[in-house]
């Protein structure tokens, strides 16, 4: 059945670097724009970042600018996100889902928009 699959999470010290991995199946990833979110503790869930099914345009939340790489590689149906100078508050559980319409324009990733959730891989930022 068409799912994606979230890995690559850990346990990191401050500063230091993850790259999660977004596994499609069931559906080819190249027609659709990835996001990827995250859940704190005792947060919301909120938009980290965002790749266009096209052009190859990306999106980033002020929080993941500078910091944050997201790519994706079709002939492997997969999306990355690369994490760089990790700090605490980036400690939560990373989802990555498709966007709803195919080609979709990227943006602030909401919810809404996207569907086909992973199940999420953690991260966790600790001395």
């Known amino acids: 059945q068409l799912q994606l699959v979230e890995s690559g999470g850990g346990l990191v010290q401050p500063g230091g670097s993850l790259r999660l991995s977004c596994a499609a199946s069931g559906f080819s990833l190249e027609s659709y724009a990835i996001g990827w979110f995250r859940r704190a503790p005792g947060k919301d869930l909120e938009g980290v970042s965002s790749?266009?099914?096209?052009?190859?345009?990306?999106y980033y939340a002020d929080f993941a600018k500078g910091r944050f790489t997201i790519s994706r590689d079709n002939a492997k149906n997969t999306a990355y996100l690369q994490m760089s100078n990790l700090n605490v508050e980036d400690t939560a559980v990373y989802y990555c889902?498709?966007?709803?319409?195919?080609?979709?324009?990227?943006?602030?990733?909401?919810?809404?928009?996207?569907?086909?959730w992973g199940q999420g891989t953690q991260v966790t930022v600790s001395a």
């Open positions: 790749i266009s099914s096209t052009d190859g345009s990306s």
């Open positions: 889902a498709k966007s709803v319409h195919p080609f979709a324009r990227i943006g602030l990733p909401r919810a809404n928009d996207y569907d086909s």
